[in-house]
């Protein structure tokens, strides 16, 4: 007799997994060319769904020529290498990494003092009230105040992140410190580690894999934030081009940006998750 | 003898209102005792365990050792839990030598080439702490949850009498084993108290372990509920224990433990029971 079909206990095969892996994303590609398809062959004008050919177009346009204030710069028959590094996208794309890697940096504070609200309770009194209500203010409903306070310039933007994810990261990593047995402070103190030995050596070091992957976690608020910073108040960007395209209705270059920011976050999150299982072998994943 | 460790009068409550814990404990070891802590599972044994080490402080009396109170663990007393005893993010080899790398080198002098030679040589010195204490070459290189419970314990003592402690402190270092790896290391520490002189106290709820390891046994028990646990037996011991006077030695700390109202009771039929049971 055999036994009843069980969902759980299902095994997909190799390939029949990958197909499966992959149906939603040719659905939606299938979807998007017929209703770009429908819609253009009733209205050759039609700018809501450019076709594949226009965002081709579109993209190759911003990958390739130039940005619009150096445009007489370069040679007619200049090279994709020199081309790319003037280009429109690679401007909005380095301003928008600047940015990112700035908020990156202040994550390191973060940690910092997570790890020690966790360890030292003196430190632990005297900020973790504060970051916990800090924690509830809706960041983006602080944007006027900071616009005003900061200025539009980078403050403001970094401050915005700051305030928006920073106090995730602390309170995140004061619960991981604190999720560390104590016996494994003992253990250091009785083999002879003073106070910061303990945080650095024993605690941090065994932190940080789950600390990376928190901040892997958040990479999508940091960008909200940039994002939001961005959109407002800024003269370049990835986030700044798309909202200014979207004043021109400029579907063709709008979509393949999204995709671009889909694909750089994906390509941040990937090798953040490889150099955590590099650096930490011994991490299991829970 | 001189006394290394002196409990006087020591009592400590917890929480608000008050609980009593330990209720006048008194109590005095001499340099290179081996002394069993006995007592049923929350009668306060490593309540007391931490107060020795100092990462708590007493509400009343004092722990002196050496003569001095101390305010927080430190080198001089080496510690093996249960449970965490390694650093997990740590090789076998670099937690046997986290004690002399951690005391010998600061953050910042660990950058030093001094320091890298003087790791090579503690590697080598470590090694030989692992082959004392049954380990092959090939461990050298896993990190602690590539190992079975028992060699992880193996290594946690190693790492503790790496810094050479004059005293050493553990709690319930071998409950998690089966009963033959815990047969096995209870003749490894004898084997290593006898060779180092270090003194022990051991911390345990398992009459048989108690009697079959110790010089002296110390039964931790309530008297009555309003108050906390007291030194209820201090009994010295010759070993090895004989088999014949097991049944009696045994009889004698059940009578002093009283009840046999819990579960926990069983272990003082002799009977080696696996530990789930029992907690
Ligand atoms: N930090 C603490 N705060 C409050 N109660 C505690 C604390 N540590 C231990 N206790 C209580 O003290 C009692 C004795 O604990 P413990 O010393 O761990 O017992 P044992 O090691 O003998 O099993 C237990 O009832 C436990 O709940
Ligand atoms: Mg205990």
Redesign the pocket.
């Known amino acids: 007799m055999t036994s009843a079909f069980s969902l759980i206990h299902s095994k997909p095969g190799r390939t029949f997994d990958t197909a499966l892996s992959w149906l939603l994303f040719a659905a939606g590609v299938g979807i998007y060319l017929y209703v770009a398809q429908a819609r253009h062959a009733e209205n050759p004008e039609e700018r809501v769904t450019p076709t594949v050919t226009q965002m081709v177009n579109g993209f190759t346009d911003a990958a390739l020529k130039p940005a619009e204030d150096d445009e007489a710069t370069l040679p007619e028959n200049a090279s994709v290498f020199r081309r790319f590094p003037a280009s429109m996208l690679w401007k909005d794309t380095k301003a928008t990494s600047r940015r990112f890697f700035y908020s990156m940096l202040l994550l390191i504070p973060a940690v910092l003092l997570g790890l020690h609200m966790g360890l030292f309770p003196y430190v632990r009194v005297f900020f973790l009230r504060f970051i916990l209500f800090f924690d509830k203010i809706v960041a983006l409903s602080l944007l006027p105040i900071l616009f005003i306070a900061f200025g539009i310039d980078e403050l403001s933007k970094v401050m915005l992140i700051v305030i928006g994810v920073t106090p995730t990261i602390i309170l995140d990593t004061f619960n991981l410190a604190r999720g560390i047995p104590p016996e494994q402070v003992t253990k250091a103190f009785t083999l002879g580690a003073g106070d910061f030995d303990v945080a650095y050596r024993v605690v941090l070091k065994q932190l940080m894999p789950n600390v990376l992957n928190s901040i892997r976690l958040n990479l999508k608020a940091v960008m909200l934030f940039l994002f939001a910073g961005e959109m407002i108040a800024s003269t370049d960007g990835l986030a700044y081009r798309i909202a200014l395209l979207r004043r021109h209705m400029g579907m063709e270059i709008i979509i393949p940006y999204v995709l671009w920011v889909a694909l750089l976050l994906f390509l941040v999150d990937l090798s953040m998750r490889v150099i955590n299982r590099k650096l930490h072998p011994w991490f299991r994943e829970a | 003898m001189t006394n290394l460790i002196s409990i006087e009068n020591l009592s400590m409550t ?2 608000s209102p008050a609980r009593p ?1 330990l209720s006048g404990i008194d109590m005095s070891i001499a340099e290179g005792e081996f002394v069993c802590v006995l ?1 049923q ?7 007391l365990l931490r107060l020795v080490l100092g990462s708590e402080q007493p509400t009343r009396g004092q722990v002196l050792v050496d003569g001095e109170r101390h305010l927080r663990p430190d080198w001089t007393r080496g510690y093996v839990p249960q449970k965490y005893a390694l650093f997990p993010d740590r090789t076998v080899l670099d937690n046997i030598t986290f004690g002399p790398e951690v005391r010998e080198f600061n953050l910042f002098t660990r950058m030093m080439p001094r320091f890298f030679r003087r790791r090579r040589e503690l590697r080598m010195h470590a090694m030989d702490y692992l082959m004392r204490i049954g380990l092959r070459e090939a461990d050298a290189t896993k990190y602690p949850d590539q190992l079975s419970g028992g060699m992880q314990q193996r290594v946690a003592i190693a790492q503790a009498l790496m810094t050479q402690p004059r005293i050493l402190l553990m709690d319930e270092a071998f409950s998690a084993l089966d009963p033959g790896t815990r047969r096995d290391m209870q003749k490894l520490i004898r084997q290593l108290w006898r060779d180092t002189r270090t003194t022990v106290l051991f911390v345990t709820h398992n009459t048989q372990e108690a009697l079959s390891m110790a010089t002296r046994v110390v039964v931790l028990a309530k008297e009555d509920p309003a108050h906390g646990s007291r030194v209820m037996l201090d009994m010295a011991l010759n070993q090895p224990c004989r088999e014949d006077e097991m049944p009696r030695l045994i009889a004698k700390v059940e009578g002093v433990c009283g009840s046999s109202r819990d579960p926990e009771s069983a272990l003082f039929s002799g009977e080696e029971l696996p530990d789930k049971i029992l907690l």
């Open positions: 917890y929480g814990i007592g599972t929350g009668c306060g044994k490593s309540t």
